[in-house]
Nanobody, 123 residues
Framework: QVRLVESGGGLVQSGRDLRLSCVFS????????AAWFRQAPGKEREYVAG????????CPADSVKGRFTSSRDNAKNTMWLQMNSRKPEDTAVYYC????????????????WGQGTQVTVSS
């Protein structure tokens, strides 16, 4: 069974950098395109950034373009979301997701999800 576990969230001041991690298990990670999503309080979950099997970035969201970067190391079964120049509006629960059918930019395209990690950006 595929499992994803995020970590690295927390409370950080606006402008500070933060890197989230997502560890994959239960399959061959290199077979799974993956993505990051986030859900702010009172809002729907939205796509943030995706990454293909080989590490190519896919359809970055306009809200984070130039600030957030996804990456992966298939040998370590891990993907990351580097969050630079963070803003208070980046406060949300961040989720990693994966699916063999990808890569995609829609929530419905991903079968496997992590439990989420809270990121809070203070002004």
């Amino acid at each position: 069974q595929v499992r994803l576990v995020e970590s690295g969230g927390g409370l950080v001041q606006s402008g500070r950098d933060l890197r989230l991690s997502c560890v994959f298990s239960g399959g061959k990670f290199s077979d799974y395109p993956a993505a990051w999503f986030r859900q702010a309080p009172g809002k729907e979950r939205e796509y943030v950034a995706g990454i293909s099997w080989t590490g190519d970035h896919t359809c970055p969201a306009d809200s984070v373009k130039g600030r957030f970067t996804s990456s992966r190391d298939n040998a370590k079964n891990t993907m990351w979301l580097q969050m630079n120049s963070r803003k208070p509006e980046d406060t949300a629960v961040y989720y990693c997701a994966a699916d063999r059918a990808g890569p995609g930019c829609l929530e419905s395209e991903y079968k496997y999800w992590g439990q989420g990690t809270q990121v809070t950006v203070s002004s």
